[in-house]
T-cell receptor
Framework: DGGITQSPKYLFRKEGQNVTLSCEQN?????MYWYRQDPGQGLRLIYY???????QKGDIAEGYSVSREKKESFPLTVTSAQKNPTAFYLC???????????FGQGTRLTVV | AQSVSQHNHHVILSEAASLELGCNYS??????LFWYVQYPGQHLQLLLK??????LVKGIKGFEAEFIKSKFSFNLRKPSVQWSDTAEYFC??????????FGAGTRLTVKP
């Protein structure tokens, strides 16, 4: 089955530690996105990538980093510089030039 | 299980026609409701949101949505669509300030 997979679903980390969230897709999509959602709030764009080996900052990129070494994978690292990392993180992908987005199930990160 | 349903997969309209996109959500407690739009090659953008108060919500670009609690619905409307409204539209819900859930999306094609 084709789809987009985020892992893990729940993640706990101690304050000050970096943590990497996985996002993998087998849809052959060029574009991938990372969003953050805080309780009861809407989505905010962290980073996006339209093509392998290239990515751009979104609205709230500070404290995050990404890589796009493979078309299928777009991992997000939440660094210790992110002041309020506890949130729900959603990965999405789409074919460049088309609007249809597919979403992962999300990862809820809790920093204690 | 909590879920969000968008009834129409693909809607095709001529310019100046009126638009209504359906969104229904399952019962699950306190809800916040959102409509997002994704244009080709772009990330999700927030059209409008409902948290509380007046159930008729006005958003950007002439869109509005009505929250009908008794029907568990949050339909998106626009009196007169333009060719530039061609995009994918996503309804999203957060339950009890928890993680956001998306509908499958509705593709809108507006013929000039």
């Amino acid at each position: 089955d084709g789809g987009i997979t985020q892992s893990p679903k729940y993640l706990f980390r101690k304050e000050g530690q970096n943590v990497t969230l996985s996002c993998e897709q087998n849809l052959n999509h060029d574009a991938m996105y990372w969003y953050r959602q805080d309780p009861g709030q809407g989505l905010r764009l962290i980073y996006y990538s339209q093509i392998v080996n290239d990515f751009q900052k979104g609205d709230i990129a500070e404290g995050y980093s990404v890589s796009r070494e493979k078309k299928e994978s777009f991992p997000l690292t939440v660094t210790s510089a992110q002041k309020n990392p506890t949130a729900f993180y959603l990965c999405a992908s789409s074919i460049t030039g088309t609007p249809k987005a597919f979403f992962g199930q999300g990862t809820r990160l809790t920093v204690v | 299980a909590q879920s969000v349903s968008q009834h129409n997969h693909h809607v095709i309209l001529s310019e100046a026609a009126s638009l209504e996109l359906g969104c229904n959500y399952s019962y699950g407690g306190t809800v916040n409701l959102f409509w997002y739009v994704q244009y080709p090659g772009q990330h999700l953008q927030l059209l409008l949101k409902y948290f509380s108060g007046d159930p008729l919500v006005k958003g950007i670009k002439g869109f509005e949505a009505e929250f009908i609690k008794s029907k568990f619905s949050f339909n998106l409307r626009k009196p007169s669509v333009q060719w530039s409204d061609t995009a994918e539209y996503f309804c999203a819900v957060t339950y009890n300030n928890n993680d956001m859930r998306f509908g499958a999306g509705t593709r809108l094609t507006v013929k000039p």
